[in-house]
């Protein structure tokens, strides 16, 4: 077909459409190599040692695996908070392990981030949070670290936000999703604005100075206006960051998304418009696109960041957080070192039983190479800066499979540098795949878009 008969691109909310270019999924890369690629063995000799060479600057993540309610679309590792005897144990278990890994730190190292994730933190009651952050505090010598928490505003009593007050929480996460009563209730996530609108309202009064407002596109009954509406009302609510995911059906690996009405899910196609209209939405209400579907008040620290050249990825996303170690806690959790990712048992009683016997509870990892490195160096690059310096050893299989991109004015390769060009945001992810020596098998990931 000669190009004058070739269809014309269509273009979706100021983005070319390709669906071609769209078709195989790809990791959210987080991390490279990315958890897919962890092996299931003991990590605890390699996590201790890891732990004892530390030095300088880390952050803590704290994992609380456990909600009041289970939403059907989740894909964390989180069980029902219904029985108060197994929150009480797991606690037990993760200020236990907050003393060992505590002991096994050189003094030079210092804590500058806290984050509590899960789950939902506030699935255990204010005063547990206030004994973790006083556990934290006689276990790690910290460096006025920024505080930041994930919340379910379902289950926010007065006495969250003064313990949030209290302990200096300056960042939170809302999980919002959606604003739409037919698509909570479709998602099994039934949250009045009102109940939102209230949240917000108490963590301002709280200090909080930062509030991210979750939401997601490809939801079952989600159309253009309903989508629209949700974020009309966010930006009216005041969200200083707008994370907008794109929803990832996999019920064969996800259990309770068996119990989403797939038949209403929309389309490829519509979930490109969804993402199309709703970056274009955030950009025109003010907020600077941070990657592909993240949007921050161009005052708030992670659109510093973006505008700086300071901006990183790891497990929790994009993050205007440097510290070069990530130093995970609780079940499931991930800790980064620069040449190992390690993740805790998954299971709360495997956690528990191997915390209880004094041993750290890695049992998932991989070992970065020198290769894993420059690949995952040249990965982050992109994403967060959207250009990258490319390895002469890599630039000839890498031209080959960036044809498709360059030929559609989706990159520029001049010389070793590559930059995404304008409108290569839906394709970022698929771009960044180039570079991922793991990614010629079929393990299945999310839509690109």
């Excluded at 506030?122 to 505090?137: G, H, Q």
């Excluded at 949240?199 to 596109?217: Q, W």
């Excluded at 929309?266 to 993240?294: K, T």
């Excluded at 497990?315 to 991930?334: E, K």
């Amino acid at each position: 077909m000669s190009p004058e008969a070739m269809p014309r691109p269509e273009i979706i909310g100021g983005w070319t459409y390709h669906p071609d270019l769209l078709a195989r999924p790809v990791p959210r890369y987080t991390s490279y190599p990315t958890a897919a690629e962890f092996v299931e063995e003991s990590f605890e000799e390699r996590q201790r040692n890891a732990l004892r060479n530390l030095r300088g600057t880390a952050s803590l993540y704290l994992h609380i695996p456990y909600c009041q309610e289970i939403c059907w679309y989740c894909g964390c590792n989180t069980g029902a908070a219904n029985k108060r005897q197994r929150l009480t144990a797991y606690l037990e278990a993760l200020h236990h392990e907050i003393e060992l890994v505590g002991q096994m730190l050189d003094p030079s190292v210092r804590i500058s981030r806290i984050a509590f994730g899960g789950g939902s933190p506030n699935a255990i009651k204010p005063t547990d949070f206030v004994r973790l952050v006083d556990t934290l505090t006689l276990n790690f010598r910290m460096d006025q670290p920024v505080v930041s928490i994930e919340l379910d505003p379902r289950s926010l009593p007065a006495d969250w936000f003064m313990a949030i007050r209290g302990i200096g929480v300056i960042k939170a996460s809302l999980g919002v999703q959606t604003l739409d009563p037919r698509v909570q209730a479709a998602i099994g996530r039934v949250q009045p604005a009102d109940m939102i609108e209230r949240a917000v309202e108490g963590l301002r009064k709280a200090g909080v100075d930062s509030i991210n407002f979750d939401l997601m596109y490809g939801l079952p009954f989600q159309d253009d206006a309903v989508l629209a509406d949700t974020l009309d009302r966010s930006v009216a609510m005041g969200a200083d960051r707008i994370a907008l995911f794109g929803y990832a059906h996999v019920p064969h690996l996800i259990a309770r998304q068996q119990r989403i009405d797939a038949s209403q899910l929309p389309d490829q196609r519509a979930r490109f418009r969804m993402a199309a209209e709703g970056y274009q939405r955030l950009a025109g209400a003010g907020y600077q696109p941070v990657g592909f579907d993240h949007f921050a008040l161009p005052g708030d620290s992670l659109a510093v960041a973006a505008r700086s050249g300071t901006l990183h990825r790891n497990f929790q996303g994009f993050t205007d957080d440097s510290a070069p170690v990530l130093i995970g806690l609780g079940a499931s959790s991930i800790s980064e070192f620069p040449e190992l990712f390690v993740q805790n048992e998954k299971n709360a009683g495997r956690y528990r039983m191997l915390t209880g016997a004094d041993q750290l509870s890695g049992r998932k990892g991989v070992v970065r190479t020198g290769d894993d490195r420059r690949r995952g160096a040249i990965i982050s690059d992109l994403l967060c800066t959207g250009h990258a310096r490319i390895d002469a050893d890599l630039l000839p299989a890498a031209r080959e499979r960036l044809g498709a991109f360059e030929a559609r004015g989706l990159v520029r390769l001049e010389g070793d540098r590559l930059a995404l060009q304008p409108g290569s945001e839906p394709y970022a992810r698929t771009i960044a795949a180039v570079f991922d020596a793991y990614r010629e098998g079929a393990r299945q990931f999310s839509s690109a878009v």
